[in-house]
């Protein structure tokens, strides 16, 4: 699946497939949830194609895509972590090793994919550069990362280093307005931080319901309405800096909103905050947000911090 936003990249990757340069080792680098995995896969699988489309799409109908369909392709490697294992191991990478030393069966190449790459640990990373620096002939290394920074600098100079586009809000909506949801684009999209492959996850998650429920709760401290404390208890236990991403996406499309002095595009969770909340004291918040995200992953008392962030909300007056 190629998504609408990775079909300048997927051109130029054609084209130097065409002209038979694409580099043997690349490195994708990119943000989760906005369909990183599936162009990887898509990329291995038209690399291995007997008879790609004119634009480069595997052909689905090959003996080569239907060994890959079945997960037992002989020129394909895909190198993950193992189910309970928190690190790609050394064993992995030297069973791919060995991998390409073996000769092509049919496919025209043969891939590997290495993902998430920066889970590799430092006996995995330096066992792959070998096979880095001396690449084995028509064979390409595919790596995907969404931590490029925690890969070994050795690792990042050997490959050719890829980015993955994130989608501007407007591609990601529109994508998003053509898939099947029982939820709302905006709201699952202002929920999922703008990533489109994470809002079309959430439509079917217990995380919306979070979401709302927290979005109603500093609306209500807003308005006055409620006890802090009775609030506080439900959220001890969450995830604190996904509440403050939420509250700081928040803020920012109530003051994107406040700028063009129009409520109407906010989503139905946002509008009751629009009323109740000036640009000024949107600042303030977001400052204080800020500042409140140094302590989220580690909070000295957590109830603590919750309560700290509705009383951000609540009326001054
Ligand atoms: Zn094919």
Not at 90 to 112: A, D, W
Not at 129 to 144: G, R, V
Not at 167 to 195: I, M, V
Not at 293 to 301: G, S, V
Request: proline content about 5%; aromatic content about 6%.
């Amino acid at each position: 699946m190629i998504y609408p936003w990775q079909t300048a990249l997927w051109a130029t990757l054609q084209r130097a497939r065409e002209g038979d340069h694409l580099p043997h080792a690349l490195l994708f680098q990119g943000e989760d949830g906005c369909g990183n995995e599936a162009f990887v896969e898509d990329l291995a699988q038209s690399l291995l194609c007997l008879n790609p489309t004119a634009s480069g799409h595997a052909c689905q109908q090959c003996r080569s895509c239907h060994v890959l369909a079945s997960q037992a392709h002989p020129d394909f490697m895909p190198v993950m972590l193992h189910e309970d294992r928190q690190a790609i191991l050394v064993e992995q990478i030297r069973e791919l090793n060995h991998f390409l030393g073996l000769s092509r069966s049919y496919s025209p190449r043969r891939v590997v994919i290495i993902s998430p790459a920066e889970r590799m640990n430092i006996n995995a990373a330096n066992s792959l550069l070998k096979s880095l620096e001396e690449p084995a002939a028509d064979t390409h290394i595919l790596l995907l990362s969404a931590h490029p920074g925690s890969l070994l600098p050795t690792i990042r100079s050997r490959c050719q280093q890829m980015r993955l586009p994130v989608p501007d809000s407007d591609a990601a909506l529109q994508w998003l307005q053509q898939q099947t949801l029982q939820h709302s684009p905006e709201t699952l999209l202002l929920a999922a931080r703008g990533k489109p492959l994470t809002a079309f996850d959430l439509d079917s998650s217990e995380t919306l319901g979070h979401y709302g429920e927290w979005l109603r709760h500093i609306s209500e401290c807003a308005q006055g309405q409620g006890s802090i404390t009775a609030k506080s208890a439900q959220w001890e236990k969450f995830d604190k800096t996904l509440l403050l991403d939420w509250q700081l996406d928040a803020v920012n499309s109530l003051l994107k909103q406040a700028l063009i002095a129009n409520s109407a595009g906010l989503p139905g969770e946002l509008q009751a905050l629009s009323g109740a909340i000036n640009k000024q004291r949107l600042w303030e918040i977001h400052t204080k947000l800020l500042a409140m995200k140094a302590l989220a992953a580690h909070p000295l008392n957590p109830r603590l911090l919750i309560e700290d962030m509705l009383m951000l909300w609540q009326a001054r007056y």
